[in-house]
C-alpha cells in the first residue's frame, strides 16, 4: 500500500471515532448545558469535515497528471489544510460567542456528565493523534488534522478540569474557562495552518531557501557569467521548484548541458526537486553561431 493509501487508512479511523463523540458532545452539550461540551463538540465537528476532505484529497493526489492538471492533484493537500484552518477560526468565534453567552446568563452545568464526556474525549484524540502522528511529516493534510488532535487533548483535559469543578461547586464559570481555552488551542492550531496553506496558494519560496547561495555557486561554475529570473516556489510541501536564466560565456556553449546539469545539482542539494535552466547567449555568440542573429 503507498503511503497516500495508508493516510487515507489512518484518516477513514479517524473519522469513525471522532464523528461518534461529535454526535455525542453536541448531543451531550443541550443536556448538560456545558459551553465547554459544544466547544469540543464543534472541534470534533470540524475534524470531520477535514476528514471527509482528507480522504477525498488523498484519492484525488493518486491521480496521474492529465492535460487540466498538468502538475497532477498533489496541491489538494495544501487546499486540504487551508479549509482545516478556516474552519478552525471560525467555530473559535462560535465558541468564544457562546461563553460570552454563558457569563451573561449563567446556567447549571451537570458536572458529572462533562467529566465522563471528557474522558471518552481524552481517549478518542489520543488513538487519532496517535495514528496520524507518523503522517504529519510530509502531509500537510495530515499535519493539520494531527495538530488538532493534538490540541483536542488539551480541550478534553479542560472539559475533565471543568466536570470536576463545577460537579464540586456548581459554578457555570468553570466551564466558560475551560471553553475559552479550548477556543484557544482552536485559534492558535487554525491559524498556524491556515498561514501554511496561504504561503503554499501563494507559491511562497521554502523559508530556508538562501538566494545569495544559489547565486554565488552557479557564477562558480565555468563558463556562466551571469545568473538572473531566479524563481522558487513550493508546489507541494515535499515538491520545490526553481526556474532561472544563466548567460554563458562564448565559447562554452558546446558545455551548456554540463552546466545545467551542475545547476541542477546545487539546486537539489538546497531543497530543491525540480529545476529549468534557460541558458542566455551572448551577442558574439549568436553571431558566431547563427546565420541571422537577434
Not at 57 to 62: A, G, L, N, P, V
Not at 95 to 109: F, H, S, Y
Request: proline share 2%; with cysteine; net charge neutral.
Amino acid at each position: 500500500m503507498t503511503a497516500s493509501g495508508v493516510r487515507e487508512k489512518h484518516f477513514f479511523w479517524a473519522l469513525i471515532l471522532n464523528g461518534g463523540l461529535a454526535v455525542t458532545e453536541l448531543a451531550m452539550s443541550v443536556v448538560t448545558g456545558s459551553t465547554a461540551v459544544l466547544a469540543d463538540g464543534l472541534m470534533n465537528v470540524d475534524d470531520l469535515a477535514a476528514l471527509v476532505f482528507s480522504i477525498y484529497s488523498e484519492r484525488k493526489m493518486r491521480q496521474a497528471a492529465d492535460e487540466r492538471r498538468t502538475f497532477g492533484y498533489g496541491r489538494m493537500d495544501a487546499l486540504a489544510g487551508f479549509v482545516k484552518g478556516c474552519l478552525l477560526l471560525l467555530s473559535s468565534l462560535v465558541v468564544i460567542l457562546q461563553a460570552g453567552r454563558l457569563l451573561l446568563m449563567p446556567e447549571t452545568v451537570a458536572g458529572t456528565t462533562v467529566l465522563f464526556i471528557g474522558v471518552a474525549s481524552l481517549a478518542v484524540n489520543f488513538i487519532s493523534s496517535v495514528m496520524l502522528r507518523a503522517d504529519a511529516c510530509c502531509s500537510l493534510n495530515a499535519r493539520g488534522t494531527y495538530a488538532c488532535m493534538k490540541y483536542d487533548m488539551f480541550g478534553s483535559t479542560a472539559l475533565i478540569v471543568s466536570g470536576l469543578l463545577s460537579n464540586s461547586f456548581n459554578v457555570a464559570y468553570f466551564d466558560v474557562a475551560a471553553a475559552l481555552l479550548i477556543a484557544f488551542f482552536m485559534v492558535r492550531s487554525g491559524w498556524g495552518i491556515f498561514v501554511e496553506g496561504a504561503r503554499l496558494f501563494l507559491q511562497s519560496a521554502p523559508t530556508d531557501f538562501l538566494y545569495d547561495d544559489f547565486e554565488k555557486a552557479v557564477l562558480a561554475i565555468e563558463g556562466v557569467t551571469a545568473v538572473g529570473d531566479i524563481h522558487v516556489w513550493i508546489l507541494t510541501p515535499k515538491e520545490h521548484h526553481l526556474t532561472c536564466k544563466v548567460t554563458l560565456r562564448n565559447g562554452d556553449i558546446c558545455r551548456c548541458d554540463k552546466i545545467i546539469r551542475a545547476i541542477e545539482q546545487i539546486a537539489g542539494r538546497m531543497g530543491i526537486q525540480h529545476t529549468t535552466v534557460q541558458p542566455v547567449y551572448t551577442k558574439e555568440t549568436l553571431q558566431r553561431f547563427c546565420k541571422a542573429p537577434t
